[in-house]
């Protein structure tokens, strides 16, 4: 059976079957033990009232009158309905109530015969069903005729009715089980639907999430994952695209500089060959920031440790000439990626101010840690301090005399959020700009 929702639905309706049949069993054990106490209980009852009834009722031979006021006295004394018959089954008497319930309608007698010949009958009240044998014990005469029963259930707990009872609520279940079943099922089609959509190439496809249940989570989450995995693409794809373009210059540079350098004399020589260098370099650094772009992306998980964030910027900035300042702060963070946000602040802050050192300063912000790299350069138009974050981006008339292949800023801000942080670009006061790296306090 290959449908998920007939596998549920005929689950829920056969664990309902046996739930119905063993309630029905137990339910009808329960009325046959209580239906035997009562006749047991019955049974002792009338077996007194019938020794009640030969002491106190008058012997056969007395007149018919006398026996009459007596059983009347009596039936008024324990407000049961009496009738009393002689031994040859001719009505000798029977007591008002008697008379008056059998007037309004048909009920039955329960027979109590006494030791001289004559009957006693007692009317009794519909709900009361048949006996199957007298009250045990009580002489050879009582067990012969029928002693009184439990009360009866309902009609539609009495045998075949009770049947009845548990197929109708069997139907009734079984028809409101399958619409739900099948909402639930139906949901989890629509994911895969979902799914094998944007498998299929469709990265922009997300699934309709409906309710608040498991589903509907699982559903929420596959939106979640495809938003990722459709960023995650996207920037591959430009990085990659990006990546081809910025290749054409230092290619096409390094085809010229090849095809001059035969000719050329010996002084333009030598401007040649260190511009195939510079052009090499520049090749090197763009291929290795392009992998480690991809790598970073590729990581599951980073490899966090205490990482004494005051003492890695004194180490990467001595290399650099910067100036220090700030308190010991220890983040939660990988090393090596650490110090590669530093290395690239710095050589960011060198490229575009050469003229003065770097100012690196490591502070406490709300709940993270601040690591800020600040020069005395050109600054970043307001506008443009969110888009120096983008891969391959460069300021206008700075990628000609800076140099750089638009990937360092990308990387610093890829970092931090892999670590649960940010990164952001401000102005600094007096002049240049403030690049600002939070991290997670460890």
Same mark, same amino acid.
């Given at each position: 059976?290959?449908?998920?929702?007939? $596998?549920?639905?005929?689950?829920?309706?056969?664990?309902?079957?046996?739930?119905?049949?063993?309630?029905?069993?137990?339910?009808?054990?329960?009325?046959? /033990?209580? $239906?035997?106490?009562? &006749?047991?209980?019955?049974?002792?009852?009338?077996?007194?009232?019938?020794?009640?009834?030969?002491?106190?009722?008058?012997?056969?031979?007395?007149?018919?009158?006398?026996?009459?006021?007596?059983?009347?006295?009596?039936? =008024?004394?324990? &407000?049961?309905?009496?009738?009393?018959?002689?031994?040859?089954?001719?009505?000798?008497?029977?007591?008002?109530?008697?008379?008056?319930?059998?007037?309004?309608?048909?009920?039955?007698?329960?027979?109590?015969?006494?030791?001289?010949?004559? *009957?006693?009958?007692?009317? &009794?009240?519909?709900?009361?069903?048949?006996?199957?044998?007298?009250?045990?014990?009580?002489?050879?005469?009582?067990?012969?005729?029928?002693?009184?029963?439990? *009360?009866?259930?309902?009609?539609?707990? $009495?045998?075949?009715?009770?049947?009845?009872?548990?197929? *109708?609520?069997?139907?009734?279940?079984?028809?409101?089980?399958?619409?739900?079943?099948?909402?639930?099922?139906?949901?989890?089609?629509?994911?895969?639907?979902?799914?094998?959509?944007?498998?299929?190439?469709?990265?922009?496809?997300?699934?309709?999430?409906?309710?608040?249940?498991?589903?509907?989570?699982?559903?929420?989450?596959?939106?979640?994952?495809?938003?990722?995995?459709?960023?995650?693409?996207?920037?591959?794809?430009?990085?990659?695209? +990006?990546?081809?373009?910025?290749?054409?210059?230092?290619?096409?540079?390094?085809?010229?500089?090849?095809?001059?350098?035969?000719?050329?004399?010996?002084?333009?020589?030598?401007?040649?060959?260190?511009?195939? #260098? /510079? +052009?090499?370099?520049?090749?090197?650094?763009? %291929?290795?920031?392009?992998?480690?772009?991809? $790598?970073?992306?590729?990581?599951?998980?980073?490899?966090? @440790?205490?990482?004494?964030?005051?003492?890695?910027?004194?180490?990467?900035?001595?290399?650099?000439?910067?100036?220090?300042? @700030?308190?010991?702060?220890?983040?939660?963070?990988?090393?090596?990626?650490?110090?590669?946000?530093?290395?690239?602040?710095?050589?960011?802050?060198?490229?575009?101010?050469? =003229?003065?050192?770097?100012?690196?300063? %490591?502070?406490?912000?709300?709940?993270?840690?601040?690591?800020?790299?600040?020069?005395?350069?050109?600054?970043?138009?307001?506008?443009?301090?969110?888009?120096?974050?983008?891969?391959?981006?460069?300021?206008?008339?700075?990628?000609?005399?800076?140099? @750089?292949?638009?990937?360092?800023?990308?990387?610093?801000? =890829?970092? #931090?959020?892999?670590?649960?942080?940010? #990164?952001?670009?401000?102005?600094?006061? @007096?002049?240049?700009?403030?690049?600002?790296?939070?991290?997670?306090?460890?």
């Amino acid at each position: 059976m290959k449908s998920l929702y007939l $596998r549920i639905y005929l689950t829920v309706v056969a664990v309902l079957l046996l739930f119905a049949l063993l309630a029905g069993w137990l339910f009808q054990r329960n009325i046959e /033990h209580a $239906r035997e106490q009562d &006749r047991v209980v019955w049974g002792d009852r009338l077996a007194a009232w019938g020794e009640l009834a030969q002491h106190a009722l008058p012997d056969a031979d007395a007149p018919r009158a006398e026996q009459a006021d007596a059983l009347e006295e009596w039936s =008024q004394r324990l &407000r049961v309905p009496l009738a009393l018959d002689d031994a040859s089954g001719r009505r000798i008497a029977s007591s008002a109530l008697y008379e008056r319930i059998e007037r309004e309608g048909a009920r039955r007698r329960l027979r109590l015969p006494l030791g001289d010949g004559r *009957v006693l009958w007692v009317l &009794r009240p519909q709900r009361l069903g048949p006996l199957a044998e007298g009250p045990p014990g009580r002489g050879p005469e009582a067990r012969h005729h029928p002693p009184p029963a439990l *009360v009866e259930p309902p009609w539609f707990l $009495r045998g075949g009715g009770l049947v009845a009872a548990l197929v *109708v609520l069997f139907i009734a279940v079984s028809a409101g089980a399958y619409p739900v079943v099948r909402r639930l099922t139906r949901q989890l089609e629509a994911l895969k639907r979902g799914v094998e959509t944007f498998g299929s190439g469709e990265l922009s496809h997300r699934v309709a999430v409906s309710g608040r249940d498991e589903v509907a989570a699982v559903a929420a989450s596959f939106n979640q994952a495809a938003e990722r995995i459709e960023a995650l693409v996207r920037s591959h794809q430009s990085l990659l695209a +990006n990546a081809s373009h910025e290749l054409r210059s230092p290619l096409a540079r390094l085809k010229m500089a090849l095809s001059l350098l035969e000719t050329a004399e010996p002084q333009a020589r030598a401007r040649l060959q260190q511009e195939i #260098a /510079h +052009n090499i370099r520049e090749l090197d650094t763009l %291929v290795e920031e392009v992998l480690f772009a991809s $790598r970073l992306d590729a990581m599951p998980s980073l490899e966090r @440790g205490p990482v004494d964030l005051l003492g890695l910027a004194a180490e990467e900035g001595v290399r650099f000439g910067a100036e220090l300042e @700030g308190e010991p702060l220890v983040v939660a963070a990988d090393e090596r990626l650490v110090r590669r946000v530093l290395r690239n602040l710095l050589e960011n802050a060198r490229r575009y101010a050469p =003229q003065t050192p770097p100012m690196v300063q %490591v502070r406490r912000g709300p709940g993270c840690a601040e690591l800020r790299v600040c020069d005395r350069g050109s600054g970043v138009p307001a506008d443009q301090r969110e888009r120096i974050f983008e891969p391959f981006y460069r300021l206008r008339g700075h990628a000609e005399h800076a140099g @750089g292949v638009g990937l360092g800023l990308s990387l610093v801000r =890829q970092i #931090a959020r892999r670590h649960g942080g940010d #990164a952001r670009c401000e102005a600094r006061e @007096g002049g240049g700009s403030c690049f600002v790296v939070t991290l997670p306090l460890g």
